[in-house]
């Protein structure tokens, strides 16, 4: 079984300043990991994802996540945030053998003020 | 490629009513995921199927759920005797099996209020 603690519920920034979501997981198995955002009343959209080789993996509107697997986390981070970012994110996992079922943490609220 | 389309997007029911919410997959994909949101959590997952086969459920999954995907197209998750705690968000979503972490596509979800 997989679990996942996204470590701030809410992260407040001001527009074009970096910002960084944490994202630790607990697995007895090899994971991939994924990042989603889910903007108001719409579904959850893939911002990257990491499979294997490079751990240093690069998504869509300038996100970036790194894996750390001595630290079983896979933090989120983006160099300078638009207003449009304002949204709420989800750290996921699946188990390499258990199938692709993911299991999510609780969800990061970023707000990006001008 | 319309992405999943899941009907209705809002259901309001009575304690008690019967309900039954559909989900479209992308056509190609062979893979149909329901996981459940409540307010500030992430989703659960609740079940899976691999074309028409129900291949996993979740505890979360009790008796009075059930969900069908009889031609490996659309898939239907029906919820009878519905209970306040049943209030959530019901999503869906689909992905082509590939071997290697599954990449899934969400629908927008259907919202379900129980009175």
């Known amino acids: 079984a997989q679990s996942v603690t996204q470590l701030d519920s809410q992260v407040p920034v001001f527009e074009e300043a970096p910002v960084e979501l944490r994202c630790n997981y607990s697995s007895s198995v090899s994971v991939y990991l994924f990042w989603y955002v889910q903007y108001p009343n719409q579904g959850l959209q893939l911002l990257l994802k990491y499979l294997s080789g490079s751990t240093l993996v690069k998504g869509i509107n300038g996100f970036e996540a790194e894996f750390n697997k001595s630290q079983t986390s896979f933090h989120l981070r983006k160099p300078s945030v638009h207003i449009s970012d304002t949204a709420e994110y989800f750290c996921a996992v699946s188990g390499v053998t258990s199938g692709s079922r993911l299991t999510f943490g609780e969800g990061t609220q970023l707000t990006v003020n001008p | 490629d319309t992405g999943v389309s899941q009907n209705p997007r809002h259901k309001i029911t009575k304690r008690g009513q019967n309900v039954t919410f559909r989900c479209d997959p992308i056509s190609e994909h062979n893979r149909l995921y329901w996981y459940r949101q409540t307010l500030g959590q992430g989703p659960e997952f609740l079940t899976y199927?691999?074309?028409?086969?129900?291949?996993?459920k979740s505890r979360l999954l009790s008796d009075r759920f059930s969900a069908e995907r009889p031609k490996g197209s659309f898939s239907t998750l029906e919820i009878q005797r519905t209970e306040q705690g049943d209030s959530a968000m019901y999503l869906c979503?689909?992905?082509?099996?590939?071997?290697?972490?599954?990449?899934?596509?969400f629908g927008a979800g259907t919202r379900l209020s129980v009175l």
């Open positions: 199927f691999q074309n028409e086969a129900q291949l996993e």
């Open positions: 979503a689909s992905s082509q099996q590939t071997g290697a972490g599954d990449i899934q596509y």
